[in-house]
C-alpha cells in the first residue's frame, strides 16, 4: 500500500552521504543473448533452515541487496495467491500492473505505451473472429520452482479453483470472464461470458484479465485444497509451501524486514525472456517504525528505491548533490495516474444531501494540499480541472471539458460553499457556529491511515474547510490494520468515524479510464464482504451504472466520449466522493550509490520501462538493467 513520507529530518542527516557517480543510460532487457536456464530445480522456501535464514537476513550483502520501503507496513501475514489478506505487499498484488517477483501472469502491462508484453505466454493473444474468447500459448520453457512445466491446465485450474472459492478475482471478473480451458499443454482459451449479441460482455475485462491475475500450479492449489475444510480456511492458508514461477522467493520475514531470494533457476533466464537473471540477489524491504526513519534511510542511501512520498524530494539533490532522482526530473516528478480521493460515509447525518457534500469539496483548499501536503508533486486542479480522468492527455481528451465546465471547481470557494449551504437551508439555527441538518448539529471525523502523512496533511485541510463554513470536522487516524478492515467490509456499515474517509483510485492500465470510472461510481461493490475495488461510499445510481455497463461494448469513439462526459457531468453534479490531489500510480524515488541504470525519462529502453519499482508489469525490467555503480 502506498505510505507516505517526509524528508523531514533527512536533510539534516544528507550532509553525511558517500556520493557515487551517475551509470550510463539503461539499456533495453530484450530481447537477449540465449544463457539456457539450469537443468536442477531449486530449494523450496521450505527447506531455507529458519535460523541460517534470519542471521543472513540481518547482514545482507549491500552489493547483492536491492533495498525498498514505502510498501510494507506491519509483518507479513502470508504467502497465499489465492488469498487478498496477506499483507504481503512484495509478492501478492494482482491488478492492472500485477506485481510479478513471485507469481506470473501470461502477460505484463506497460503504463508508458499501454501494451501488453507476454511473459508466461508465448507471443500475443488474440480475439477470435465473433469477439467471444481469447486464444494465446504458454511458453514451453516456463516451469515452476520444483522443475515442473508452466502448463495450461495450470491456468484453466487457477480459473476454476478461484470460482469454486469466490476469491477476490473471481469476484471481480466471474461476471464477465465464463471459462479458461487448456486445448493442449500450453494452449489456453478465455471464453468470455457474452452479451445479447453474441459478443463478449466486456471485452475490455476479458482483455486486461491476462495481465492482472496470477497462474498458479494446480497440483500445489490440489494440496492446498486437501487441508482446507472450506474457502475461508484456503484462504486463510499462509501457504509457506507455494509454488511460484518468478525469479525471486519467500527467505525471511518479521515485524522488521522481508527478503526474497533469487530463484538462480528462473525459466525467465532462457533466450525467449530475460536473457539472464535479475541483477540483485536479495530485494529487502525494511519496515520502518515512522516517517523520519525512512526519509533517513533513502537519503543515506540505505534505501535504493523508495515508494512512498517523500516532499521536497528535489531537495536532496538540488542542496546537497546526492544521487537521489525521480522518473521525471522537475515537478512533479511522477507521472500523475492516480488520484487520491475522499469518499462520503452517505450513512452519516446530512451526507445524504448534496449540498453538504459539494460545499466541502468546494471549500477545500487544494492548492494548500498541492503545495504543501504534496511539494508541488502534483498537477493543480487550475492545470488540470477535476474530472473522472488523471492529467495524461490520453485520458484528459476522452470527455467534453467545456460541457462540464460550470460543474468544475479549483477549490477554497468559501463564499460559494456558505451561499450553496443556506440555499439548502443547511443553517445555524441556534447560534452556536455550526449548522444543523435533519435537528442536528453537522459533526463528522475525516479519517485516512496513521503515518500516511500527505494523506494526514490532506485531511487536516479538508478539516479546516469544514470549520470555515460551519461544519465541524474533526480528524482521526486509525493504523492501517484496522482501517482497510473496516472501510473494505461493504457487506456492513461503515461505523462512526468513518464520515470523511481517504483511499486511492485506479491508476493506468488496460481497462482505464473505464476502470477508475467503474471502481468510483458503480453501484456493484455494494454489499461486497471484501470489497478492495471501489465506491466505498456505497454510492449509487442507475444511469451511472448504465453508462458504465455500455462503455466497454462500444467502438464509436465519438459515442465513447459523450458517455465518459455524461459520467463526468454526474459526478460532479452528486458528488459522491472528490478528488483531493493527482499522484503517481507509485512513487518511484532512487538513491543510485549502490544500484544504478533505473528507469528514468527518456532513458532509451524499449519497451519503455515504467517506474513501477521493478516490481509491477514491465516495470520488473528494472531489475534486468540495473547495475552496480561499483561493481
Same mark, same amino acid.
Given at each position: 500500500?502506498?505510505?507516505?513520507?517526509?524528508?523531514?529530518?533527512?536533510?539534516?542527516?544528507?550532509?553525511?552521504?558517500?556520493?557515487?557517480?551517475?551509470?550510463?543510460?539503461?539499456?533495453?532487457?530484450?530481447?537477449?543473448?540465449?544463457?539456457?536456464?539450469?537443468?536442477? +530445480?531449486?530449494?523450496?522456501?521450505?527447506?531455507?533452515?529458519?535460523?541460517?535464514?534470519?542471521?543472513?537476513?540481518?547482514?545482507?550483502?549491500?552489493?547483492?541487496?536491492?533495498?525498498?520501503?514505502?510498501?510494507?507496513?506491519?509483518?507479513?501475514?502470508?504467502?497465499?495467491?489465492?488469498? %487478498?489478506?496477506?499483507?504481503?505487499?512484495?509478492?501478492?498484488?494482482?491488478?492492472?500492473?500485477?506485481?510479478?517477483?513471485?507469481?506470473?501472469?501470461?502477460?505484463?502491462?506497460?503504463?508508458?505505451?499501454?501494451?501488453?508484453?507476454?511473459?508466461?505466454?508465448?507471443?500475443?493473444?488474440?480475439?477470435?473472429?465473433?469477439?467471444?474468447?481469447?486464444?494465446?500459448?504458454?511458453?514451453?520453457?516456463?516451469?515452476?520452482?520444483?522443475?515442473?512445466?508452466?502448463?495450461?491446465?495450470?491456468?484453466?485450474?487457477?480459473?476454476?479453483?478461484?470460482?469454486?472459492?469466490?476469491?477476490?478475482? +473471481?469476484?471481480?471478473?466471474?461476471?464477465?470472464?465464463?471459462?479458461?480451458?487448456?486445448?493442449?499443454?500450453?494452449?489456453?482459451?478465455?471464453?468470455?461470458?457474452?452479451?445479447?449479441?453474441?459478443?463478449?460482455?466486456?471485452?475490455?475485462?476479458?482483455?486486461?484479465?491476462?495481465?492482472?491475475?496470477?497462474?498458479?500450479?494446480?497440483?500445489?492449489?490440489?494440496?492446498?485444497?486437501?487441508?482446507?475444510?472450506?474457502?475461508?480456511?484456503?484462504?486463510?492458508?499462509?501457504?509457506?509451501?507455494?509454488?511460484?514461477?518468478?525469479?525471486?522467493?519467500?527467505?525471511? $520475514?518479521?515485524?522488521?524486514?522481508? &527478503?526474497?531470494?533469487?530463484?538462480? #533457476?528462473?525459466?525467465?533466464?532462457?533466450?525467449?525472456?530475460?536473457?539472464?537473471?535479475?541483477?540483485?540477489?536479495?530485494?529487502?524491504?525494511?519496515?520502518?517504525?515512522?516517517?523520519?526513519?525512512?526519509?533517513?534511510?533513502?537519503?543515506?542511501?540505505?534505501?535504493?528505491?523508495?515508494?512512498?512520498?517523500?516532499?521536497?524530494?528535489?531537495?536532496?539533490?538540488?542542496?546537497?548533490?546526492?544521487?537521489?532522482?525521480?522518473?521525471?526530473?522537475?515537478?512533479?516528478?511522477?507521472?500523475?495516474?492516480?488520484?487520491?480521493?475522499?469518499?462520503?460515509?452517505?450513512?452519516?447525518?446530512?451526507?445524504?444531501?448534496?449540498?453538504?457534500?459539494? !460545499?466541502? $469539496?468546494?471549500?477545500?483548499?487544494?492548492?494548500?494540499?498541492?503545495? %504543501?501536503?504534496?511539494?508541488?508533486?502534483?498537477?493543480?486542479?487550475?492545470?488540470?480541472?477535476?474530472?473522472?480522468?488523471?492529467?495524461?492527455?490520453?485520458?484528459?481528451?476522452?470527455?467534453?471539458?467545456?460541457?462540464? !465546465?460550470?460543474?468544475?471547481?479549483?477549490?477554497?470557494?468559501?463564499?460559494? +460553499?456558505?451561499?450553496?449551504?443556506?440555499?439548502?437551508?443547511?443553517? @445555524?439555527?441556534?447560534?452556536?457556529?455550526?449548522?444543523?441538518? %435533519?435537528?442536528?448539529?453537522?459533526?463528522? =471525523?475525516?479519517?485516512?491511515?496513521?503515518?500516511?502523512? @500527505?494523506?494526514?496533511?490532506?485531511?487536516?485541510?479538508?478539516?479546516?474547510?469544514?470549520?470555515?463554513?460551519?461544519?465541524?470536522?474533526?480528524?482521526?487516524?486509525?493504523?492501517?490494520?484496522?482501517?482497510?478492515?473496516?472501510?473494505?467490509?461493504?457487506?456492513?456499515?461503515?461505523?462512526?468515524?468513518?464520515?470523511?474517509?481517504?483511499?486511492?483510485?485506479?491508476? !493506468?492500465?488496460?481497462?482505464?479510464?473505464?476502470?477508475?470510472?467503474?471502481?468510483?461510481?458503480?453501484?456493484?461493490?455494494?454489499?461486497?464482504?471484501?470489497?478492495?475495488?471501489?465506491?466505498?461510499?456505497?454510492?449509487?445510481?442507475?444511469? +451511472?451504472?448504465?453508462?458504465?455497463?455500455?462503455?466497454?461494448?462500444?467502438?464509436? *469513439?465519438?459515442?465513447?466520449?459523450?458517455?465518459?462526459?455524461?459520467? &463526468?457531468?454526474?459526478?460532479?453534479?452528486? =458528488?459522491?466522493?472528490?478528488?483531493?490531489?493527482?499522484? *503517481?500510480?507509485?512513487?518511484?524515488?532512487? #538513491?543510485?550509490? &549502490?544500484?544504478? %541504470?533505473?528507469?528514468?525519462?527518456? @532513458?532509451?529502453?524499449?519497451?519503455?520501462?515504467?517506474?513501477?519499482?521493478?516490481?509491477?508489469?514491465?516495470? &520488473?525490467?528494472?531489475?534486468?538493467?540495473?547495475?552496480?555503480?561499483?561493481?
Amino acid at each position: 500500500m502506498r505510505k507516505s513520507f517526509g524528508i523531514l529530518v533527512a536533510i539534516f542527516m544528507a550532509a553525511t552521504m558517500v556520493l557515487s557517480s551517475c551509470g550510463p543510460v539503461a539499456t533495453t532487457v530484450a530481447p537477449a543473448t540465449n544463457v539456457p536456464p539450469k537443468a536442477t +530445480a531449486v530449494v523450496p522456501p521450505t527447506a531455507i533452515p529458519t535460523q541460517s535464514a534470519a542471521d543472513i537476513a540481518g547482514s545482507l550483502p549491500r552489493n547483492e541487496t536491492m533495498y525498498f520501503n514505502g510498501q510494507q507496513w506491519g509483518a507479513v501475514v502470508g504467502w497465499n495467491p489465492y488469498s %487478498n489478506s496477506n499483507n504481503n505487499a512484495m509478492a501478492v498484488n494482482q491488478q492492472d500492473s500485477a506485481r510479478v517477483l513471485m507469481f506470473e501472469t501470461p502477460y505484463v502491462y506497460d503504463m508508458l505505451d499501454g501494451k501488453q508484453y507476454p511473459l508466461l505466454a508465448d507471443g500475443p493473444w488474440a480475439w477470435d473472429a465473433g469477439m467471444t474468447q481469447i486464444t494465446f500459448k504458454l511458453k514451453t520453457v516456463a516451469h515452476w520452482s520444483d522443475g515442473t512445466p508452466v502448463t495450461a491446465d495450470d491456468y484453466a485450474y487457477t480459473w476454476a479453483t478461484e470460482l469454486k472459492y469466490n476469491t477476490a478475482v +473471481a469476484s471481480a471478473n466471474k461476471d464477465y470472464i465464463d471459462t479458461i480451458t487448456a486445448t493442449d499443454a500450453h494452449s489456453v482459451v478465455i471464453k468470455a461470458k457474452l452479451g445479447a449479441d453474441g459478443k463478449a460482455l466486456n471485452p475490455l475485462l476479458a482483455a486486461a484479465f491476462v495481465s492482472s491475475n496470477y497462474v498458479l500450479q494446480k497440483a500445489w492449489t490440489q494440496k492446498l485444497e486437501a487441508r482446507s475444510a472450506d474457502a475461508t480456511a484456503l484462504m486463510a492458508d499462509p501457504a509457506m509451501d507455494v509454488v511460484y514461477s518468478g525469479p525471486y522467493h519467500y527467505f525471511f $520475514a518479521d515485524d522488521s524486514k522481508v &527478503v526474497l531470494i533469487r530463484d538462480d #533457476n528462473y525459466w525467465g533466464q532462457d533466450a525467449s525472456m530475460f536473457g539472464k537473471l535479475p541483477a540483485p540477489k536479495y530485494l529487502a524491504h525494511t519496515i520502518f517504525k515512522d516517517n523520519a526513519a525512512g526519509s533517513i534511510a533513502l537519503a543515506q542511501g540505505e534505501v535504493d528505491v523508495s515508494q512512498q512520498f517523500n516532499s521536497n524530494i528535489q531537495v536532496l539533490w538540488l542542496n546537497y548533490a546526492l544521487p537521489v532522482s525521480t522518473y521525471l526530473p522537475d515537478a512533479p516528478y511522477g507521472i500523475g495516474a492516480s488520484l487520491p480521493t475522499a469518499f462520503y460515509n452517505l450513512k452519516s447525518n446530512g451526507l445524504d444531501n448534496v449540498a453538504i457534500r459539494k !460545499a466541502i $469539496a468546494m471549500a477545500v483548499d487544494y492548492p494548500t494540499i498541492i503545495a %504543501n501536503a504534496m511539494t508541488n508533486q502534483s498537477a493543480t486542479f487550475d492545470q488540470v480541472p477535476r474530472s473522472l480522468m488523471n492529467p495524461t492527455p490520453g485520458e484528459q481528451a476522452l470527455y467534453d471539458h467545456a460541457t462540464v !465546465a460550470d460543474l468544475q471547481w479549483a477549490g477554497n470557494d468559501i463564499e460559494g +460553499a456558505k451561499a450553496l449551504l443556506d440555499a439548502a437551508g443547511i443553517k @445555524d439555527t441556534n447560534g452556536d457556529g455550526n449548522r444543523e441538518a %435533519n435537528g442536528k448539529e453537522l459533526h463528522y =471525523v475525516a479519517t485516512c491511515p496513521n503515518g500516511w502523512s @500527505d494523506w494526514q496533511a490532506a485531511i487536516e485541510v479538508v478539516a479546516a474547510a469544514g470549520k470555515k463554513i460551519g461544519i465541524d470536522i474533526v480528524t482521526n487516524y486509525p493504523e492501517w490494520a484496522v482501517y482497510q478492515t473496516v472501510v473494505t467490509k461493504s457487506d456492513a456499515p461503515l461505523p462512526d468515524g468513518y464520515d470523511i474517509f481517504m483511499m486511492w483510485s485506479d491508476g !493506468a492500465g488496460p481497462t482505464e479510464p473505464w476502470g477508475r470510472v467503474r471502481h468510483l461510481l458503480s453501484s456493484e461493490f455494494i454489499g461486497m464482504a471484501s470489497n478492495w475495488n471501489g465506491n466505498w461510499g456505497q454510492y449509487s445510481n442507475p444511469d +451511472a451504472d448504465a453508462l458504465i455497463k455500455e462503455i466497454p461494448t462500444l467502438t464509436d *469513439p465519438a459515442k465513447i466520449k459523450d458517455d465518459y462526459t455524461q459520467l &463526468v457531468k454526474i459526478y460532479l453534479t452528486d =458528488v459522491p466522493s472528490f478528488t483531493l490531489m493527482y499522484r *503517481p500510480q507509485s512513487f518511484h524515488a532512487v #538513491n543510485e550509490s &549502490v544500484w544504478t %541504470n533505473f528507469p528514468h525519462q527518456g @532513458d532509451g529502453t524499449n519497451p519503455p520501462v515504467p517506474p513501477l519499482d521493478c516490481m509491477d508489469g514491465w516495470g &520488473v525490467a528494472c531489475l534486468y538493467n540495473v547495475t552496480l555503480v561499483n561493481p
